[in-house]
């Protein structure tokens, strides 16, 4: 969609960054600056901070940035236009009428890969509620799944055949093509397509909204894979999409069961545990846990009881954590998933089970001493010291000495001893983050590592001015003029800085009233935090218009000094800048 820049505007200035960002982000004012935790890394030390006067945002410690849509586009899982059109709709404002023809043949794409899915979903269904769909219902029944369960989850068969499925759709319109981009059809080495799915167990997937946009299908006998997965498309991406979440996002008590498969999925849910969720494959994504977030009070992590389950589990944990969410971890005995404890002992067994699931910090101990004779000095001195590296990770003192006496009553060694091998492990570590620091301080000096702008490296002084200029001109937008008679966008040393230059001066030529550029429509995510970083960080003293002038100077004599970094190591780099004396 074609959106000007005057609307843009309008709608950055009806919707408030702060108030935005507020609910998700607990922020300190500190003047025009709100700072707090931030929502897309873990953390315990604010790094996050929003900043009212240029209406942006920017993350320290992880380098996220942009404006209110890029926000909404990166919190919510959205595009730019579903982000536009959220806050558009927030704010109670219509979208232009003018559309593109690419972006409405885009949108009638992707609203007809949702309904391909919506049909094929109903076709599997149908199917397994047909005479030939009897080995799929038979896998379910005998697995203890109801028709009740069935139904909420959309369950069905895709029948042994080649083009069932591609024949149903070509009926309702659909072209090979389109089933091809959907991930419903595969294609063999001589060209011919067929159906991607055949002999399975379909598990639809849904996303938030309800529509499904994606397939799991359990292998009925002993072919491979066990469990085949639709490819990602335009409307499905694996590592956004959590199993069952449409619906165990409204579980009364907010707590959520992460399992390791569909089936378990539906067995809990069929039991009463209404609160679970899988991550389509046990390799669960920090964009899994971003999501989760949202909905859950607290996570048990429930994966299989075996070696791949249990490097699952710790992957959960650490993503979990870095998004502020309560974890425990279900560890079972005599049963290698939930599906299989349940039918073993009991739904009331597992509710046991799930109120006396362990922390982290419990699991990860009872995972080092797993196979350890603690009789054995050595052995015992062993699970000490890693006992005490699991420890140097909890953040609070309170929660650390509980654990730090629990290890002294289990080891008979005096609780001083074990605090202060505690402390020292602290020690180390905050000197390694130091050093670290360091190390990247002195790399993003070098510009060494700059991949937005790696032309950066080799004219340091005369970036800096050209992102002083930009600073400059988003708070004083009377200048611009100034700016592009004194400093045509063509003298600009670096590319990158050049065309954000060029957009400044594009948006307040076309929209002279403009109240700051838009740039989130024109850079993606990484360029949109590299612009907050510097035009928030960027030092602004005295009359600004002699400033840019003084700016425009040094651009124009760095311009004639470029360094051509292209043949150069990064030691070569800092070498000849310090010889430069820059």
């Known amino acids: 969609m074609a959106l000007d820049s005057r609307f843009l505007a309008e709608l950055k200035g009806r919707n408030s960054i702060v108030d935005i960002i507020a609910p998700y982000v607990q922020l300190k004012r500190n003047g025009t600056r709100h700072t707090g935790l931030c929502p897309f890394h873990g953390e315990k030390t604010p790094s996050f901070t929003v900043f009212e006067e240029t209406a942006s945002y920017y993350c320290f410690g992880c380098g996220a940035g942009g404006d209110v849509i890029t926000f909404v586009m990166k919190y919510q899982n959205l595009d730019y236009m579903e982000a536009v059109r959220y806050l558009a709709e927030r704010s109670g404002m219509a979208l232009p009428e003018e559309e593109s023809r690419n972006a409405a043949y885009q949108r009638d794409k992707r609203q007809r890969m949702y309904e391909m899915h919506k049909l094929a979903a109903r076709f599997f269904y149908s199917t397994l509620m047909s005479p030939s769909g009897k080995a799929g219902l038979d896998y379910l029944t005998n697995r203890g799944i109801t028709r009740e369960s069935i139904v909420r989850y959309g369950l069905g068969y895709?029948?042994?055949?080649?083009?069932?499925?591609?024949?149903?759709?070509?009926?309702?319109?659909?072209?090979?093509?389109?089933?091809?981009?959907?991930?419903?059809?595969?294609?063999?080495?001589?060209?011919?397509?067929?159906?991607?799915?055949?002999?399975?167990?379909?598990?639809?997937?849904?996303?938030?909204?309800?529509?499904?946009?994606?397939?799991?299908?359990?292998?009925?006998?002993?072919?491979?894979?066990?469990?085949?997965?639709?490819?990602?498309?335009?409307?499905?991406?694996?590592?956004?999409?959590?199993?069952?979440?449409?619906?165990?996002?409204?579980?009364?008590?907010?707590?959520?069961?992460?399992?390791?498969?569909?089936?378990?999925?539906?067995?809990?849910?069929?039991?009463?545990?209404?609160?679970?969720?899988?991550?389509?494959?046990?390799?669960?994504?920090?964009?899994?846990?971003?999501?989760?977030?949202?909905?859950?009070?607290?996570?048990?992590?429930?994966?299989?009881?075996?070696?791949?389950?249990?490097?699952?589990?710790?992957?959960?944990?650490?993503?979990?954590?870095?998004?502020?969410?309560?974890?425990?971890?279900?560890?079972?005995?005599?049963?290698?998933?939930?599906?299989?404890?349940?039918?073993?002992?009991?739904?009331?067994?597992?509710?046991?089970?799930?109120?006396?699931?362990?922390?982290?910090?419990?699991?990860?101990?009872?995972?080092?001493?797993?196979?350890?004779?603690?009789?054995?000095?050595?052995?015992?001195?062993?699970?000490?010291?890693?006992?005490?590296?699991?420890?140097?990770?909890?953040?609070?003192?309170?929660?650390?000495?509980?654990?730090?006496?629990?290890?002294?009553?289990?080891?008979?060694i005096s609780s001083d001893?074990?605090?202060?091998?505690?402390?020292?492990?602290?020690?180390?570590?905050?000197?390694?983050?130091?050093?670290?620091?360091?190390?990247?301080s002195e790399q993003e000096i070098a510009g060494t590592y700059d991949r937005v702008n790696p032309e950066r490296a080799g004219a340091l002084r005369a970036a800096r001015a050209e992102e002083l200029i930009i600073a400059i001109l988003v708070r004083h937008a009377d200048l611009w003029q100034l700016a592009e008679e004194k400093l045509p966008p063509e003298q600009f040393v670096t590319s990158f800085n050049r065309r954000v230059y060029e957009f400044i001066l594009s948006e307040y030529r076309n929209e002279p009233d403009a109240a700051t550029p838009v740039f989130a429509k024109a850079f993606d995510d990484k360029e949109m935090a590299r612009i907050s970083f510097f035009i928030n960080t960027s030092v602004l003293h005295g009359e600004p218009e002699a400033q840019l002038l003084e700016c425009v100077e040094i651009i124009k004599s760095e311009g004639a000094k470029r360094v051509d970094t292209g043949a150069l190591t990064p030691e070569q780099l800092m070498q000849r800048l310090q010889n430069k004396g820059d």
């Open 158 to 412: 895709a029948p042994d055949s080649f083009s069932a499925l591609k024949d149903h759709l070509k009926s309702k319109g659909y072209s090979w093509e389109e089933m091809l981009a959907a991930g419903l059809l595969a294609k063999s080495e001589k060209g011919n397509t067929y159906d991607k799915f055949r002999n399975r167990v379909m598990f639809p997937v849904f996303d938030l909204r309800g529509n499904v946009v994606a397939f799991s299908g359990r292998i009925l006998g002993d072919g491979q894979p066990k469990y085949l997965n639709s490819p990602e498309t335009e409307i499905y991406t694996k590592g956004n999409c959590v199993f069952g979440l449409h619906l165990a996002k409204n579980e009364p008590e907010g707590t959520l069961i992460l399992c390791e498969g569909n089936l378990d999925v539906v067995s809990l849910s069929q039991a009463g545990f209404t609160g679970a969720v899988a991550p389509l494959g046990t390799a669960f994504t920090k964009e899994q846990a971003r999501i989760l977030a949202k909905y859950a009070k607290a996570v048990v992590v429930a994966f299989d009881n075996d070696s791949a389950g249990l490097k699952a589990t710790d992957k959960a944990i650490r993503f979990l954590e870095e998004q502020g969410i309560p974890v425990r971890v279900l560890q079972m005995q005599g049963a290698k998933d939930p599906d299989e404890f349940i039918k073993t002992y009991g739904k009331e067994r597992f509710a046991m089970l799930l109120k006396s699931s362990k922390t982290p910090v419990e699991f990860q101990l009872e995972k080092l001493k797993a196979g350890m004779d603690l009789n054995d000095t050595a052995m015992k001195l062993e699970y000490l010291r890693q006992a005490v590296e699991v420890l140097t990770g909890i953040q609070s003192a309170v929660e650390r000495d509980v654990y730090v006496l629990k290890l002294s009553r289990e080891l008979g």
């Open 417 to 440: 001893a074990v605090r202060a091998e505690v402390e020292k492990g602290i020690k180390r570590k905050k000197a390694a983050v130091q050093r670290k620091e360091i190390r990247s």
